[in-house]
Protein backbone atom coordinates (compact mmCIF):
# COMPACT_ATOMS: atom_id res chain seq x y z
CA UNK A 1 0.00 0.00 0.00
CA UNK A 2 2.67 2.52 0.91
CA UNK A 3 4.23 2.68 -2.75
CA UNK A 4 0.97 3.28 -3.87
CA UNK A 5 0.87 6.29 -1.86
CA UNK A 6 4.21 7.28 -3.07
CA UNK A 7 3.96 6.17 -6.62
CA UNK A 8 0.70 7.42 -7.30
CA UNK A 9 0.35 10.44 -10.19
CA UNK A 10 -2.92 12.58 -11.01
CA UNK A 11 -3.06 11.53 -14.69
CA UNK A 12 -4.06 14.12 -17.32
CA UNK A 13 -3.18 12.10 -20.58
CA UNK A 14 -5.42 8.69 -21.12
CA UNK A 15 -4.71 5.81 -23.50
CA UNK A 16 -7.78 5.33 -25.94
CA UNK A 17 -8.41 1.88 -23.89
CA UNK A 18 -11.53 0.60 -22.20
CA UNK A 19 -11.40 -0.38 -18.60
CA UNK A 20 -13.52 -3.04 -17.87
CA UNK A 21 -16.42 -3.08 -15.91
CA UNK A 22 -15.30 -5.28 -13.38
CA UNK A 23 -12.27 -3.00 -12.58
CA UNK A 24 -14.60 0.04 -12.32
CA UNK A 25 -16.63 -1.95 -9.89
CA UNK A 26 -13.64 -2.68 -7.93
CA UNK A 27 -12.49 0.59 -7.81
CA UNK A 28 -15.86 2.28 -6.52
CA UNK A 29 -16.51 -0.80 -3.95
CA UNK A 30 -12.84 0.05 -2.55
CA UNK A 31 -13.98 3.57 -2.32
CA UNK A 32 -17.07 2.06 -0.43
CA UNK A 33 -15.11 0.36 1.99
CA UNK A 34 -13.77 3.77 3.28
CA UNK A 35 -14.46 4.77 6.90
CA UNK A 36 -17.16 7.09 7.35
CA UNK A 37 -18.56 9.90 9.93
CA UNK A 38 -21.36 7.96 12.18
CA UNK A 39 -21.13 4.84 9.37
CA UNK A 40 -23.36 7.43 7.17
CA UNK A 41 -21.60 6.45 4.19
CA UNK A 42 -22.99 9.34 2.89
CA UNK A 43 -21.42 8.79 -0.96
CA UNK A 44 -23.34 8.25 -4.17
CA UNK A 45 -21.29 7.52 -7.21
CA UNK A 46 -22.55 8.18 -11.17
CA UNK A 47 -20.38 6.53 -13.67
CA UNK A 48 -20.46 8.28 -17.30
CA UNK A 49 -18.88 7.05 -20.14
CA UNK A 50 -19.63 6.94 -24.12
CA UNK A 51 -22.29 9.24 -26.03
CA UNK A 52 -23.26 10.14 -22.13
CA UNK A 53 -19.34 11.69 -21.20
CA UNK A 54 -19.72 13.21 -24.53
CA UNK A 55 -23.05 15.37 -23.53
CA UNK A 56 -21.14 15.69 -20.17
CA UNK A 57 -18.27 17.27 -21.85
CA UNK A 58 -20.44 19.44 -23.96
CA UNK A 59 -22.16 21.03 -20.60
CA UNK A 60 -19.47 20.98 -18.84
CA UNK A 61 -17.76 23.76 -21.41
CA UNK A 62 -21.33 25.53 -21.48
CA UNK A 63 -20.96 26.02 -17.77
CA UNK A 64 -17.56 27.13 -18.31
CA UNK A 65 -18.74 30.09 -20.88
CA UNK A 66 -21.05 31.01 -18.98
CA UNK A 67 -18.64 31.57 -15.78
CA UNK A 68 -16.20 33.35 -18.24
CA UNK A 69 -19.09 36.15 -19.35
CA UNK A 70 -22.02 35.74 -16.66
CA UNK A 71 -23.11 35.28 -13.43
CA UNK A 72 -19.82 33.34 -12.45
CA UNK A 73 -20.04 31.48 -9.20
CA UNK A 74 -16.28 32.18 -8.73
CA UNK A 75 -15.93 34.84 -9.54
CA UNK A 76 -12.52 35.38 -7.82
CA UNK A 77 -11.03 32.49 -9.33
CA UNK A 78 -11.20 34.27 -13.12
CA UNK A 79 -7.85 33.20 -13.16
CA UNK A 80 -8.45 29.35 -12.82
CA UNK A 81 -10.92 29.05 -15.63
CA UNK A 82 -7.47 28.27 -18.15
CA UNK A 83 -7.22 25.25 -16.22
CA UNK A 84 -10.43 23.67 -15.99
CA UNK A 85 -10.57 24.12 -20.09
CA UNK A 86 -7.81 21.84 -19.93
CA UNK A 87 -9.13 19.79 -17.37
CA UNK A 88 -11.74 19.02 -19.31
CA UNK A 89 -9.80 18.54 -22.48
CA UNK A 90 -8.04 15.78 -20.33
CA UNK A 91 -11.18 14.21 -19.64
CA UNK A 92 -12.16 14.23 -23.03
CA UNK A 93 -9.11 11.32 -23.21
CA UNK A 94 -10.45 9.60 -20.31
CA UNK A 95 -13.05 6.47 -20.58
CA UNK A 96 -14.72 6.94 -17.47
CA UNK A 97 -15.60 9.57 -15.58
CA UNK A 98 -17.12 9.14 -11.85
CA UNK A 99 -19.41 11.77 -10.42
CA UNK A 100 -19.13 11.53 -6.39
CA UNK A 101 -22.05 12.93 -4.62
CA UNK A 102 -22.77 13.65 -1.23
CA UNK A 103 -26.10 11.94 -0.89
CA UNK A 104 -26.90 13.66 2.34
CA UNK A 105 -25.71 17.05 1.47
CA UNK A 106 -27.14 20.80 0.94
CA UNK A 107 -27.12 22.71 -1.64
CA UNK A 108 -24.01 24.71 -1.73
CA UNK A 109 -25.47 27.99 -1.50
CA UNK A 110 -27.68 26.91 1.12
CA UNK A 111 -27.57 28.41 4.67
CA UNK A 112 -26.28 26.15 7.51
CA UNK A 113 -26.80 26.04 11.15
CA UNK A 114 -23.43 25.44 13.07
CA UNK A 115 -24.55 21.92 13.34
CA UNK A 116 -25.46 21.14 10.07
CA UNK A 117 -21.93 22.64 9.32
CA UNK A 118 -20.46 20.41 10.99
CA UNK A 119 -22.08 17.36 9.71
CA UNK A 120 -21.48 18.49 6.31
CA UNK A 121 -17.71 19.06 7.08
CA UNK A 122 -17.85 14.89 8.12
CA UNK A 123 -19.65 13.80 5.01
CA UNK A 124 -16.92 15.88 3.27
CA UNK A 125 -13.99 14.35 4.61
CA UNK A 126 -15.29 10.40 4.58
CA UNK A 127 -16.32 11.53 0.94
CA UNK A 128 -12.41 12.50 0.41
CA UNK A 129 -11.24 9.29 2.29
CA UNK A 130 -13.51 7.57 -0.47
CA UNK A 131 -12.00 9.51 -3.17
CA UNK A 132 -8.44 8.52 -2.25
CA UNK A 133 -9.31 4.76 -1.79
CA UNK A 134 -10.37 4.32 -5.45
CA UNK A 135 -7.60 6.24 -6.54
CA UNK A 136 -5.45 4.08 -4.92
CA UNK A 137 -7.67 0.83 -6.26
CA UNK A 138 -7.04 2.23 -9.81
CA UNK A 139 -3.25 3.08 -9.11
CA UNK A 140 -3.11 -1.15 -8.40
CA UNK A 141 -4.93 -2.26 -11.29
CA UNK A 142 -2.57 0.29 -13.58
CA UNK A 143 -5.07 2.52 -13.98
CA UNK A 144 -4.53 6.09 -14.23
CA UNK A 145 -7.04 8.95 -12.03
CA UNK A 146 -7.23 12.61 -12.17
CA UNK A 147 -9.32 13.69 -9.11
CA UNK A 148 -11.23 16.64 -10.68
CA UNK A 149 -12.71 19.81 -8.42
CA UNK A 150 -12.61 22.34 -11.59
CA UNK A 151 -16.21 21.06 -12.06
CA UNK A 152 -16.96 24.00 -9.94
CA UNK A 153 -16.93 26.17 -12.80
CA UNK A 154 -19.88 24.78 -14.15
CA UNK A 155 -21.93 23.33 -11.29
CA UNK A 156 -25.20 24.55 -11.69
CA UNK A 157 -24.69 22.98 -15.49
CA UNK A 158 -23.29 19.81 -13.83
CA UNK A 159 -26.01 19.43 -11.44
CA UNK A 160 -28.74 19.78 -13.63
CA UNK A 161 -27.51 17.30 -16.04
CA UNK A 162 -26.40 14.60 -13.72
CA UNK A 163 -29.94 15.00 -11.96
CA UNK A 164 -29.75 13.84 -8.37
CA UNK A 165 -30.58 14.94 -5.54
CA UNK A 166 -26.97 14.72 -3.97
CA UNK A 167 -24.66 16.88 -3.96
CA UNK A 168 -22.12 17.21 -6.45
CA UNK A 169 -18.26 17.01 -4.54
CA UNK A 170 -15.80 15.89 -7.49
CA UNK A 171 -15.34 13.79 -10.40
CA UNK A 172 -12.44 11.53 -10.93
CA UNK A 173 -11.47 11.13 -14.48
CA UNK A 174 -9.94 6.74 -14.75
CA UNK A 175 -8.30 5.42 -17.74
CA UNK A 176 -4.58 3.76 -18.62
CA UNK A 177 -2.38 6.56 -18.57
CA UNK A 178 -0.39 7.67 -21.90
CA UNK A 179 2.17 9.71 -19.08
CA UNK A 180 3.79 9.19 -16.54
CA UNK A 181 5.06 12.15 -14.89
CA UNK A 182 7.39 12.95 -11.80
CA UNK A 183 6.23 13.52 -8.64
CA UNK A 184 5.47 16.98 -7.74
CA UNK A 185 7.21 19.14 -5.16
CA UNK A 186 5.85 18.71 -1.23
CA UNK A 187 5.92 20.56 1.58
CA UNK A 188 9.28 19.67 3.81
CA UNK A 189 7.83 17.33 6.66
CA UNK A 190 9.49 19.37 9.36
CA UNK A 191 7.24 22.90 8.06
CA UNK A 192 4.21 20.51 7.99
CA UNK A 193 4.46 18.64 11.63
CA UNK A 194 4.13 19.84 14.94
CA UNK A 195 5.02 17.03 17.44
CA UNK A 196 3.78 18.23 21.35
Not at 88 to 104: K, R, W, Y
Not at 110 to 126: D, H, M
Not at 127 to 132: D, L, M, R, V, Y
Not at 149 to 172: K, R, T
Amino acid sequence: MIPAIYDRRSIRKFLNTPISKEDITDIIQSGMKAPSSKNRQPWEFIVVQGKEKEEMLKIFRQGIAREEKENPLLPQSKQHIAGAKYTVDSMTEAPVIVFVMNSLGKSILAGLSPEERISEICNIQSIGASIQNMLLAAAEKGIGSLWICDIYFAYSELCQWLNSPGQLVAAVAFGYPNEFPEARPRKKFEDTVIWR
